[in-house]
């Protein structure tokens, strides 16, 4: 296919399309490229994590170290926590390593190693010379002495290992950037060549479109410019063409063709013109005969408007128009004889209207006072009611404040009970403890007079002792005066304690009657409680019972309010019913109805027996009248109220 045959659609999606294929290979090339050099980054920086890892464990180890050597030389509490914060730093260390070198296996080898040598010489050398130092007393150098041999080596051995790990790291630091400087290299390459090459595609792609599109559409414009300035001669290029560069000169060729025969159609014209002119004055002539028969029948028309216009409705045109308007003589006598025979009904009608709106408005009158005094009424009873729920609510709410204060004082009442049997307890107690104070001195009495007995017997012994015993006589009767008072004050605090317990008997007695009368009391104020409850409850259910009764007198009174409004709107329309009665008959009377009319006017009201009228004279029914039972029957309620609407 012919790049010429190809639409402009085409043409631009392969332009486009060449342009983007090329642009999207340079872009996966610079891709591809930009991939591996992300991927070498991420290896270098893996391997700075391991090496980072690796150090800070090598280093931590050494803190161990250090720190123990502290700790056995100083005894230092805080160098023996730091060896085994620092034992947890290098462990953690080399976990993290271990993460990041997951999948090495020579990284990950070293790091085994370097835990074994660590764990080997913490629970060696490091454990039973910190255990030694600290729990026992031994010389220094006995000390350093233990596990020297076990744990020989180890610290080098996880050194080594470390340097094994740097020079794995050193290795694979210089292969990713060997990785990142050829990705680099070969990104810049993959710019400059792809950018090269899609710029000169675009350039050729742009150029054949240039020569495929702009040039054609050049010429089609030079000749639509000729062909618009009246040259019909000129030749339009492009025509072997597919694409919508050829339909344009296709539809140019068109244009081309119209031009011609517009001329063609234009000289047909003016012949054409000229026999016209013969037909138009012609049918002049037949217009004028013409215009003479519609004056004619417009002044007869005007003649019958004008006595329609003063009211006249009985007059007739009787001379005949010409044959063709005569439909108009006809149609205006038939309207004014209907014309004629409705304000005939209307008058008859309006009379009818005129007595009912009367009936209405003296009904109406009437139901407008008594619904004014029922609605007077309805509002002073709510006004009443609502004075009577307040009240209500006021007893509601005291008897509540009543009853709250009835449960302070039931609670007041219990707690006091619950105090005297603390009272009687604790009196119980004291009772209790003056028994065993009693005991006690009983006991003091027996050991005043086994002292007594002793002093006695040490005064003999010293009379016998004669000179010597003189100053053992003298402590002898000490001691003896002493016991006699001890047994004097044991009798006084017996007699004390006696009449105390008697006294805490009476108390505890006393306290016992002062319960139970607590309990009445407790049991009146519980009783007064459950009475008051029922009065607050049934003073809530009368508030509640007089809210919904005041609820539904405002709701009566409301309604009452608005049938009032309602009937004095019924009112106002009644009036306005019968002055708009008492105009139309006023607007009837301008009106020459005839003599075959004249006697239906005056009638108001049919009799009960009318005799038969004419189908022109004969009322209809009054709508007034219809209004009225329609109200009525609005206001009289369901079927079992039979009482009228005006007693409403």
């Keep these: 296919m012919s790049l010429k045959n190809l639409s402009l659609n085409k043409k631009l999606i392969f332009t486009f399309l060449g342009i983007m294929a090329s642009c999207f290979l340079a872009t996966a090339i610079v891709f591809v490229e930009a991939y591996r050099a992300k991927v070498a980054s991420q290896e270098q920086q893996r391997s700075e994590q391991i090496l980072n890892f690796t150090d800070r464990a090598l280093e931590s180890m050494l803190e161990q170290a250090v720190n123990q050597r502290g700790f056995l030389l100083f005894r230092s509490e805080s160098t023996y926590k730091d060896v085994f914060a620092h034992r947890e730093k290098m462990l953690a260390f080399i976990d993290e390593a271990k993460k990041a070198a997951e999948g090495d296996a020579q990284i990950v080898a070293s790091l085994d190693a370097m835990k074994k040598a660590a764990d080997v010489f913490h629970t060696q050398l490091t454990e039973p010379q910190l255990a030694a130092r600290k729990n026992t007393e031994a ?42 400087a050829s990705a680099h290299f070969n990104l810049e390459l993959a710019l400059l060549v792809g950018g090269s090459i899609a710029g000169g595609v675009a350039v050729v792609l742009i ?69 016209a002119e013969q037909d138009r004055r012609r049918a002049e002539a037949d217009k004028a005969r013409e215009a003479e028969e519609i004056a004619f029948a417009v002044d007869q028309l005007a003649t019958g408007l004008s006595a329609l216009s003063d009211g006249n409705v009985a007059y007739r045109i009787q001379v005949a128009f010409a044959e063709r ?33 009367a009936e209405i408005r003296a009904s109406a009158d009437d139901l407008a006072r008594r619904t004014e005094q ?72 027996d050991i005043a007079f086994q002292t007594n007995l002793l002093a006695l017997n040490a005064g003999v012994e010293a009379a016998r002792a004669g000179e010597a015993g003189k100053g053992f006589a003298v402590v002898a009767q000490e001691v003896r005066e002493l016991a006699q008072r001890s047994a004097n004050a044991a009798k006084e605090i017996k007699a004390l304690i006696s009449t105390s317990s008697t006294q805490v008997g009476n108390g505890v007695a006393l306290v016992g009657e002062t319960g ?74 301008q009106f020459e109805l005839g003599t075959n009319v004249a006697a239906a006017a005056p009638r108001a009201r049919p009799s009960a027996a009318p005799a038969p009228a004419s189908p022109v004279a004969r009322p209809a029914a009054s709508p007034a009248r219809a209004l009225a039972n329609r109200i009525t029957s609005a206001f009289s309620g369901n079927a079992a109220v039979k009482q009228e609407w005006s007693e409403f």
């Design 139 to 180: 010389p220094i150098a006995e000390v350093i002495e233990i596990g020297r041999n076990a744990s020989k080596g180890q610290l080098d051995s996880f050194r080594e290992e470390a340097a094994k790990i740097k020079d794995l790291i050193a290795t694979m630091s210089a292969r990713n950037h060997e990785a990142q």
């Design 374 to 445: 029922q609605a007077a009424s309805i509002e002073e009873t709510a006004a009443a009611l609502e004075q009577v729920t307040t009240t209500v609510k006021d007893t509601a709410r005291r008897a509540e404040d009543v009853g709250q204060l009835v449960n302070r004082t039931r609670t007041g009442a219990e707690r006091s009970g619950e105090v005297v049997r603390n009272a009687v307890t604790a009196m119980t107690e004291i009772e209790k403890s003056s028994g065993e104070i009693g005991n006690i001195i009983g006991v003091i009495e």
């Design 207 to 275: 150029w054949l479109l240039s020569r495929s599109i702009v040039t054609p559409i050049v010429g089609m414009t030079t000749a639509m410019s000729r062909l618009a300035g009246g040259d019909h001669d000129v030749e339009v290029p492009a025509l072997d063409r597919c694409d919508e560069v050829g339909q344009m000169a296709k539809a140019v060729v068109v244009f081309k063709d119209a031009a011609v025969e517009k001329l063609r159609l234009s000289n047909e014209t003016e012949a054409m013109r000229a026999a």
């Design 325 to 357: 308007l005569d439909t108009l003589r006809r149609n205006f006598n038939s309207s004014v004889e209907k014309l004629q025979a409705a304000l005939a009904q209307v008058g008859a009608n309006a009379s009818a209207i005129n007595a009912g709106a």
């Design 516 to 589: 139970s009368e607590l309990e009445k009391i407790v049991s009146a104020v519980q009783e007064i409680s459950q009475h008051v409850s029922a009065i607050v409850t049934a003073s809530r259910e009368q508030s509640t019972g007089l809210q919904e009764i005041n609820t539904a007198v405002n709701t009566m009174d409301q309604g009452t309010q608005q049938n009032a409004a309602m009937v004095e709107e019924q009112t106002a329309a009644s009036h306005s019913l019968a002055t708009e009665a008492a105009a139309l008959n006023a607007l009837l009377a």
